[in-house]
Nanobody
Framework: VQLQASGGGLVHTGDSLRLSCAASGRTFSNAAMGWFRQAPGNERELLAAINWSGDRTYYADPVKGRFTISRDNAKDTVYLQMNNLSPEDTAVYSC?????????????????WGQGTLVTVSS
């Protein structure tokens, strides 16, 4: 599976942004997907995950209630809607795919990684 994230940019505090992750290669619809971010000096952290059918999701505490993960298997794309952004959300955001795991919540469970997209939130 090849993954390419897009949609990052420079926004202001309180703004919203939607990231997209386009997949190609092996069957995307069989994969659980996750969104990660990595800020300078920090480890890569899982923000949200979604199972293959889209009816199960997971959110990390820092983004609960603000971020929403979704997918469109017809378009081989997973999305991350981010609302009420703050400077603490500034990071490189990337998507990943996991095969054979219903709802992966650990970094090591992911098999394929895409290049990230930078999100910068100014105060």
């Amino acid at each position: 599976v090849q993954l390419q994230a897009s949609g990052g940019g420079l926004v202001h505090t309180g703004d919203s942004l939607r990231l997209s992750c386009a997949a190609s290669g092996r069957t995307f619809s069989n994969a659980a997907m996750g969104w990660f971010r990595q800020a300078p000096g920090n480890e890569r952290e899982l923000l949200a995950a979604i199972n293959w059918s889209g009816d199960r999701t997971y959110y990390a505490d820092p983004v609960k209630g603000r971020f929403t993960i979704s997918r469109d298997n017809a378009k081989d794309t997973v999305y991350l809607q981010m609302n009420n952004l703050s400077p603490e959300d500034t990071a490189v955001y990337s998507c990943a795919a996991a095969m054979g795991i219903r709802l992966p919540t650990q970094r090591y469970e992911y098999d394929y990684w895409g290049q990230g997209t930078l999100v910068t939130v100014s105060s």
